[in-house]
């Protein structure tokens, strides 16, 4: 560092906890959550623009995982498939999604699935084109390496392994 420079440190949302033994844990954290956020209110527009408005992120996403593969899912694997600790959130977008016309539920065994209807085909294939245009051709621009970032994507899975343990652990306190 040159004389006169000042270090400000890691960008930080809580600073007394990049204070502890891993500072750059914190300054991840602070960045999953902006770009958390970011991505949620990316996929409500985006919804909405391809002609679903009035969605939750919960529900744009089980509507994406109802189209996906064109196969019937179970609401048990919607909750696995994005961590999704209480059902009732599952249920609740499910029956929102109904509502709108956006899937159908069937039962496999004892168990409650749902399928896209044409309807959600359609609005999903809208959000791709919305998506492509919008989002996808900007990050093109950047040049980002794309292995790295499935790397980066990889890496995030693994961690959300470890913030899944360590709540266990709190839990047991």
Known sequence: MKSGEHSIGPVVSASH???????ALSEMEFALTVAGNAFQRWIIR?????GAPGLQP??????HAANHRSREKTLADIAVMFN???THIV??????LQSLGLVESGRRGKEKTIRVTSEGEKVCRHYHEVREALLVSGMKSLAIDEEAMSQFAALMRLLSGQYDQA????VSL
């Open 46 to 50: 985006c919804m909405a623009a391809a």
């Open 91 to 96: 249920t609740y977008a499910v029956k929102k």
């Open 84 to 86: 999704i600790e209480d």
């Open 17 to 23: 906890l990049a204070e502890g033994a891993m500072p």
């Open 167 to 170: 709540a266990r652990g709190a």
């Open 58 to 63: 919960t529900d744009v996403l089980i509507l």
